[in-house]
């Protein structure tokens, strides 16, 4: 393939790849420049909801996926003094989905799978270790300088999609600004070996405490047993070296199921955690996806699953804008459905649902819980829930738009 595509996708994390993916199925020449040497190793995101399956599903990953992959049909909001607050059940809305469940797989094991799909396209090429450190744009093309082992080189291409993270360098390159605020605490996530099913958790719970709430999710890790990652809010003043020490894992862990024996930790790690959103998806024949364009915390597993929303609404636009079949004014209504259903939805959902969690005063935490028994109490509510907390809901809404 030649050194210059239709598009540049930069970010070879699943937005980017995925967004190359579809490109290349609709003929459409593309290359994906990665900053990193290879596929990297992301051990945060892992939860993929039912419209996300549904999307993927043509192109052969969903099946590929499901063949490692843990099932999740229920899942938990908990209390930490009075346990199981609601259990939801997603199979309420089969009649809605034919994944009506969420799907437990980390995201550097769903990567090589949209790669090797990628792959197959002649017209497609993916090249590591090729940093974009610049843009210009003119009225009809894009330039990307990239820092390479080689040196520097330079593209050009028709669009670029900058699907290269939070800290994304199309974003800055395009001084498009970037709204929200940061969480005081930070995340600790600690993986462990330890089997919490036979103490009733489902493989995805979410725990209410006004001092340290938790989260857990099983993911298959290497295969069974699996492993399960459990979160938790770390103070702002506390040192990263004394979070991440063996005591103060081994602390936190034993207070969120205290043991006799201590835990064996896989992995763990610390981040912070923002609520961002782009000003704009797109500048002139630069558009934004998924981390570039939002971020939010984890709660809900909104993020990367809305990320691939955008990818799929991207290029099924983008794709006829490059065959001559719609005129590019048609990225316009990309940009007002993700960033409306980000704003809406994704960004007002997941602050609630750590709200939630983390909710200091007693009658704050006594309506959170009225309200989830209120919203369980009957089959319209219980639906009404799980269309939002599957993100069925952010998609029709999207789909409205015009």
């Known amino acids: 393939m030649a050194k210059n595509a239709q598009v540049i996708v930069a970010g070879a994390g699943p937005v980017g790849l995925l967004t190359a993916l579809a490109l290349a199925k609709q003929d459409v020449s593309v290359l994906v420049l990665e900053a990193e ?60 989905t034919p994944y009506p469940y969420r799907l437990h ?14 792959m197959e396209y002649p017209n497609a090429r993916v090249c590591f270790s090729h940093k974009v450190t610049d843009i210009s744009q003119t009225a009809d093309r894009v330039t990307v300088t990239a820092a390479t082992p080689g040196g520097a080189e330079i593209f050009e291409a028709d669009w670029l999609v900058g699907a290269d993270g939070g800290r994304s360098t199309v974003r800055k390159c395009t001084d498009v600004g970037f709204d929200g605020f940061t969480w005081d605490e930070r995340f600790l996530v600690a993986s462990t070996t330890y089997d ?20 857990l999710f099983k993911m298959p890790d290497d295969g069974p047993p699996g492993i399960w990652r459990v979160i938790f809010p770390v103070p702002p003043e506390e040192e990263d070296a004394v979070t991440l020490s063996e005591e103060m894992v081994e602390r936190r862990m034993q207070s969120f199921l205290p043991r006799k024996e201590r835990y064996q930790i896989k992995y763990k790690s610390l981040y912070k ?14 558009l934004l996806a998924g981390d570039a364009a939002h971020l939010n915390n984890p709660m809900g597993a909104f993020g990367l699953n809305g990320g691939i929303h955008d990818s799929f609404n991207l290029t099924e636009k983008l794709g006829k804008v490059c065959r001559g079949d719609a005129d590019e004014s048609l990225l316009d209504l990309y940009v007002r459905q993700r960033r409306t259903v980000n704003l809406e939805y994704v960004q007002e959902h997941s602050i609630k649902n750590l709200r939630r969690l983390n909710e200091k005063s007693e009658e704050g935490r006594k309506r959170n819980f009225d309200e989830l028994r209120r919203q369980a109490g009957s089959r319209e509510s219980r639906r009404e829930f799980l269309l939002v907390s599957s993100m069925i809901a952010s998609v029709r809404r999207a789909n409205a738009i015009t």
């Open 105 to 118: 797989l980390e995201q550097h094991r769903l990567t090589p799978i949209i790669l090797s799909k990628l």
């Open 196 to 215: 919490y099913a036979p103490h009733g958790y489902a493989l995805n719970a979410y725990l209410a405490d006004p001092e340290e709430w938790a989260a």
């Open 37 to 96: 040497p290879a596929l990297t190793l992301d051990l945060r995101a892992g939860t993929y909801h039912p419209p996300s399956l549904e999307l993927m599903a043509p192109y052969g990953i969903t099946d590929e996926m499901h063949k490692t992959a843990i099932k999740v049909p229920r899942w938990q909001i908990r209390d930490r003094r009075e346990g199981v607050i609601v259990e939801w059940d997603v199979t309420e809305i089969g009649d809605l």
């Open 273 to 286: 955690v923002h609520q961002r959103v782009a000003k704009d998806f797109r500048a002139g024949r630069v």
